[in-house]
């Protein structure tokens, strides 16, 4: 092969990725997103090493960045700037109405006090979480999980992948489609995050029906508030501060998350009365 003929595929790379992921966005934002996360993640899982709430090394918390640098690389090479632009604007949207916002207050304010008044929680560990170290103090931890947990997933599960699902599916196969493929990302986990190993096969099972809940309750967030990537990211962050923290553990954790599973069941049947009404009229 010559110089010429180098030169030319080199020059021609490029527009043939752009053309593929053009033509297959979301899988190539799947395998984008799970090569990023995973490729941080094995090799702690095969390193033996548990991470545990508030020690700051071995930590998952970078791996979950994956999700939201998958989406903005997607959306650079389908987009461009005005892709970029957009990903942006519902990244940083926080004009949702007051409506949006109070049900998101009342609902995350309820829940913690409810679970703290009745003794199944206490504050002095609410912000205890996997892989951070406390010494930081609570104010950084609650900014660390939402910059790399609430961010780093939402622009991705939500702000790339149920926005183009939305345009040609249901609140409810959205929600379910999501699920299917946002739990398996999390595989790697089970093997080295403290709160995962101790699942035995039931709490596995409650793990993902619970998660399933949480694509609802998310997907329906994003939707209504009109596409507020900001504001599923900070549902995200406080739902996992009320089931994946040391003062939300045992009953705790699990009442928060039959609170999303009512929720969720609520959603699905709104949802479909919604379809319903609009194949019939």
Excluded at 120 to 137: E, Q, R
Excluded at 151 to 175: I, Q
């Amino acid at each position: 092969m010559n110089a010429v003929d180098d030169q030319s595929i080199r020059a021609q790379s490029p527009s043939t990725i752009r053309t593929w992921v053009a033509a297959h966005p979301l899988s190539a934002y799947l395998a984008l997103a799970y090569a990023l996360s995973w490729a941080y993640w094995i090799p702690l899982a095969l390193r033996a090493q548990t991470v545990e709430p508030g020690v700051g090394w071995p930590s998952q918390m970078p791996g979950l960045l994956g999700p939201a640098i998958a989406a903005v690389i997607v959306t650079a090479l389908i987009g461009g700037k005005a892709g970029l632009a957009d990903l942006r604007r519902r990244t940083t949207r926080w004009r949702v109405g007051w409506w949006w916002l109070s049900v998101v207050a009342i609902l995350l304010a309820g829940a913690i006090g409810l679970l703290i008044a009745g003794g199944l929680a206490h504050s002095g560990d609410l912000t205890l979480y996997n892989g951070i170290s406390a010494g930081i103090g609570p104010l950084a931890t609650i900014a660390v999980v939402f910059l790399l947990n609430g961010v780093g997933e939402e622009v991705g599960w939500r702000g790339f992948l149920a926005e183009r699902l939305l345009k040609r599916h249901s609140l409810t196969a959205t929600a379910l489609l999501v699920a299917l493929v946002w739990a398996p990302w999390h595989a790697p986990l089970f093997f080295f995050l403290s709160s995962f190993k101790d699942f035995s096969i039931v709490g596995g099972v409650g793990w993902v029906i619970g998660l399933t809940a949480g694509s609802f309750v998310l997907t329906w967030l994003y939707r209504g508030s009109g596409s507020s990537i900001l504001l599923v990211a900070v549902w995200h962050t406080a739902f996992n501060f009320t089931s994946a923290t040391s003062a939300f553990s045992g009953s705790a954790a699990a009442i928060s998350s039959t609170m999303v599973m009512v929720a969720a069941v609520a959603i699905i049947v709104a949802d479909w009365r919604r379809c319903r009404r609009s194949k019939t009229s």
